[in-house]
């Protein structure tokens, strides 16, 4: 394989559906893994987005469903808030 398609595979991102406590995948709640990023998206709504630089930006469909918020909690590693209360504090960037 040519050095150009080399760097065109490795830079497609790669997705995968949220995991439950069983291991089996989530429908509709995915992980998008890019060179630079890891993007949480329920059905086709972006939810969060941390970047590799340390910025993480939550999207204005963060709290819309306990399903969303689950996952959303899964995915940050906390409680709805301690997202609000870094929301507030400027550690997270809202994103509308």
Known sequence: ???EIKN????????ENMKSNNGNDIANQFIIYG??????Q???SPIALIM???KTYIFEDWD??????KYRNQFLGENKKETEQ?????EYIKVV
């Not at 819309?64 to 918020?69: A, L, N, P």
Request: charged share 25%; glycine share 6%; hydrophobic share 30%.
């Open 52 to 54: 590799n630089d340390g």
């Open 8 to 15: 065109i595979i490795n830079n497609i991102p790669r997705v």
């Open 1 to 3: 394989m040519n050095d």
């Open 64 to 69: 819309y469903s306990v399903t969303t918020g």
């Open 35 to 40: 060179i630079d990023f890891k993007l949480f």
């Open 42 to 44: 329920s059905y086709k």
């Open 86 to 90: 870094k929301l507030k504090n400027k």
